[in-house]
């Protein structure tokens, strides 16, 4: 009977500890979940992706003086490169010209031109308005291009029209013409651009032909490629001079002639004192871009040639340091 007795209360003791423990697991609050960190990223920057440039010259008004066929200049602006304003064509005008009017004045910079010919320089002028023959400038005169896709810089200068000049007897055509706001990443960063230092200075010559304002000794050094010097044809027994006096002494590096026409030998002396002559060059006929080296020091210049055949000067240029 006494073991009976002990063996119950061993077991409601161990029935009580049981439900203890049972207890005491299900008040315990777990542990609390480790939540990672969040590491802050910082956000980009916008990227400044540049707007694309709007062509000013696309759709807008243009004029020619002549066109050939149907090669209107209204293809030149079109934005199609397949169609094209050609003016090969007769007219009674010194020069073809092709004029677009922008709509507005704007500050005008890269020129981006896709001939499909031209046959000679050309110049480019530009006006606010058209109220008179003076409002126009010429801002750049070019030399024929080697190539038939040539981009320049106009320099940020304001106009509302941009015309073309090209000379009658030289076949001129243009797929298209695209004109831009000046933007000085256009720029080369070329600030070292040597300067023609005979651009502008007193040029003469008691020889023009027929005594034409067309053709005087100044035409040579005026800085546009569409005008010339001309003596005329003359004879043989005549020497035909023209007179270069820079206005004051220079180490002169290299001359450069662009001919209309040369049919005859010439040559080209200086001097410092316009009495003392060295002769620095001898030159050959029918070669019309002539690039002449030198190591000078002169104020004045004197190109010579018999009469007899024909020959005038588009522009003489000089300077002081060789290009590059």
């Known amino acids: 009977m006494n073991k009976r007795i002990?063996?119950?209360?061993?077991?409601?003791?161990?029935?009580?500890?049981?439900?203890?423990?049972?207890?005491?697991?299900?008040?315990k609050t777990p542990d609390a979940t480790l939540t990672p960190a969040v590491t802050e990223t910082e956000t980009p920057s916008p990227t400044n992706t540049p707007k694309p440039r709007e062509n000013l010259a696309l759709g807008k008004k243009v004029e020619a003086d002549?066109?050939?066929?149907?090669?209107?200049?209204?293809?030149?602006?079109?934005?199609?490169?397949?169609?094209?304003?050609?003016?090969?064509?007769?007219?009674?005008?010194?020069?073809?010209?092709?004029?677009?009017?922008?709509?507005?004045?704007?500050?005008?910079?890269?020129?981006?031109?896709?001939?499909?010919?031209?046959?000679?320089?050309?110049?480019?002028?530009?006006?606010?308005?058209?109220?008179?023959?003076?409002?126009?400038?010429?801002?750049t005169t070019r030399l024929k291009p080697d190539d038939t896709y040539e981009e320049f810089n106009l320099g940020g200068i304001e106009a509302r029209y941009i015309k073309l000049e090209f000379a009658t007897n030289a076949f001129c055509s243009i797929y298209e013409i695209e004109i831009y706001e000046y933007d000085e990443d256009d720029e080369n960063g070329d600030n070292n651009s040597r300067q023609n230092l005979a651009l502008g200075k007193t040029a003469t010559s008691e020889f023009v032909e027929n005594g034409s304002e067309k053709f005087q000794a100044g035409m040579a050094v005026d800085g546009d490629l569409l005008t010339r010097w001309s003596p005329g044809s003359g004879n043989e027994k005549d020497l035909f001079t023209w007179h270069l006096d820079l206005g004051e002494v220079y180490d002169i590096k290299e001359i450069v002639i662009y001919f209309e026409s040369c049919n005859t030998e010439y040559t080209i002396s200086v001097s410092e004192d316009n009495q003392n002559w060295t002769q620095v060059y001898e030159g050959e006929p029918l070669e019309l871009e002539v690039s002449i080296k030198l190591n000078e020091k002169a104020r004045y210049v004197l190109f010579s040639r018999p009469g007899g055949d024909w020959g005038s000067i588009y522009e003489f240029m000089v300077y002081d340091r060789l290009e590059g």
């Open 66 to 139: 002549v066109h050939e066929l149907d090669y209107i200049p209204e293809n030149a602006v079109d934005g199609d490169y397949s169609t094209r304003w050609s003016g090969l064509a007769p007219t009674d005008l010194p020069y073809h010209y092709l004029m677009i009017d922008l709509g507005e004045v704007y500050a005008l910079g890269k020129v981006c031109i896709d001939w499909e010919a031209i046959g000679h320089s050309y110049r480019i002028s530009c006006a606010k308005k058209l109220d008179s023959d003076d409002d126009w400038e010429v801002v």
């Open 6 to 27: 002990v063996l119950f209360v061993l077991m409601m003791v161990m029935l009580l500890c049981s439900c203890q423990n049972n207890k005491e697991k299900g008040d």
